[in-house]
């Protein structure tokens, strides 16, 4: 067997003197590099550490020989990447003016203030909440953006002016900065409307918690939490019972009608499509050739658009207007009218809120027995349709309702002669 082959030793370089003699021993391993070995005796005992540089070797030789001489205790002497690395943190501590002690005590404190939580989630949360970071508004000029962009957007200037109307009386009674307002406030003041019934109070909620939706989206309050208006109190409403009307009693508010309410009576009682949607429509969104009603997203309550069924006796009522254009409804605020038309048709109880949409959802669940299908054409939940209008009425009703047609040679009342020539004309094509 062959004999181990030795280093070959190189230099000696020796640091310190006597006891606190460290000899520093230069070799060429056998890939060719330089090594550097530290020997020295502590503590009874020789002691070796080597490096492959000769700098960080004399470092670290002289650490040892100041520790000897001053009789500290055997300890880890610090490296090359030791002193690179405490440099670093000076340098980091340097660019904001202080020492790296005075780093390290600060950041101490918050890591005992902050305990578990990380501090650079502390910071974040810490900067998402500083009020001084975001505009402050008012409730009335945040009401007034809000309405002045429900005006732009295009809704309906009946949605705007209800807005205007209750959002007003609201920010009369709270004042002051909108990040400010309590979920106190908003309750107080709903409470407060006495005269309001729970309906018509959560109604008015709705617009401030839109109101206060837009304030968040223009980063009036802040961006992660629910607002004052989300947690305020809801109202809960009574179960009311559907009221419908009865066939003959639609006939005799059809012919009753004049000619510029009959149309909303007509397609409400027919189609089922709410006032406010009607209200919204043009003649040209009646298709009178494919045998439907187009309501457009932007025109329709749940901005989805749909497709109504045009049935044959909703088209014999429209007939005079089959070639007209522009607006169904040029009426303001045809509420007035609907209850004279009801005393006059001699309906029992005068005029029936929302009993003409009631009225068509439960004619046409019983005519068709699909819920589905009823609540696509109405823009309803099955869920609401299965719940409220199901077996109201029976499938004979159903269909006498959808037969109510108006009778030889009818016109309505106060209709432009222009119009007549078209009815007409419209019968001696049928």
């Not at 005269?195 to 309050?221: C, E, H, W």
């Not at 000619?259 to 027919?270: T, Y």
Request: aromatic share 8%; glycine share 8%.
């Amino acid at each position: 067997m062959a004999p181990k082959k030795k280093k070959r030793r190189g230099s000696v370089v020796e640091i310190g003197n006597g006891p606190a003699r460290v000899r520093i021993y230069t070799m060429n391993r056998k890939d060719g590099y330089p090594e550097f070995t530290l020997s020295w005796k502590e503590g009874g005992r020789r002691k070796l550490k080597s490096f492959g540089d000769m700098d960080e070797a004399r470092m670290i030789a002289q650490q040892v020989t100041v520790r000897l001489t001053n009789g500290g205790k055997v300890g880890d002497e610090a490296t090359k990447r030791d002193i690179e690395l405490l440099r670093h943190c000076e340098g980091l501590a340097q660019q904001f003016g202080i020492t790296l002690s005075a780093a390290m005590d600060e950041w101490a404190q918050a890591r005992k203030s902050v305990g578990t939580i990380a501090i650079s989630e502390a910071i974040r949360f810490y900067n998402s909440n500083r009020a001084d970071l975001r505009a402050v508004k008012s409730t009335a000029q945040v009401a007034a953006e809000f309405i002045e962009s429900r005006r732009v957007s295009g809704v309906s200037a009946i949605y705007v002016q209800h807005c205007t109307h209750h959002l007003k009386r609201f920010t009369d009674k709270v004042k002051g900065n909108i990040s400010e307002v309590t979920v106190a406030q908003i309750n107080q003041y709903l409470t407060g409307l006495k005269r309001l019934g729970p309906v018509s109070k959560n109604g008015i909620r709705r617009n401030i918690v839109t109101m206060f939706g837009f304030a968040k989206r223009q980063g009036y309050l802040h961006p992660d939490r629910k607002t004052a208006a989300e947690q305020s109190e809801s109202f809960k409403e009574p179960e009311t019972e559907i009221q419908i009307f009865t066939p003959e009693e639609m006939g005799r508010l059809l012919l009753t009608s004049h000619a510029r309410i009959l149309p909303l009576v007509a397609i409400g009682g027919f189609a089922g499509i709410r006032s406010a949607e009607i209200r919204r429509l043009h003649w040209e969104d009646i298709k009178w050739d494919r045998g439907h009603i187009e309501i457009a997203g932007r025109k329709a309550k749940t901005a989805a658009r749909r497709l109504v069924p045009l049935p044959d006796n909703l088209k014999a009522w429209l007939a005079p207007w089959r070639e007209e254009t522009g607006p169904i409804i040029t009426m303001s605020d045809p509420s007035g009218a609907l209850n004279d038309v009801a005393v006059k048709a001699q309906i029992p109880g005068g005029w029936r809120q929302n009993a003409l949409r009631h009225s068509f959802i439960s004619y046409r669940v019983a005519e068709t027995g699909d819920v589905a299908r009823t609540s696509l054409e109405a823009g309803n939940s099955p869920k609401m349709v299965f719940r409220h209008y199901r077996e109201i009425v029976d499938e004979e009703t159903a269909k006498a309702w959808f037969a109510v047609t108006p009778p030889e040679g009818w016109l309505p009342k106060d209709l432009p002669l222009g119009l007549r020539a078209r009815l007409r004309e419209f019968s001696l094509r049928k």
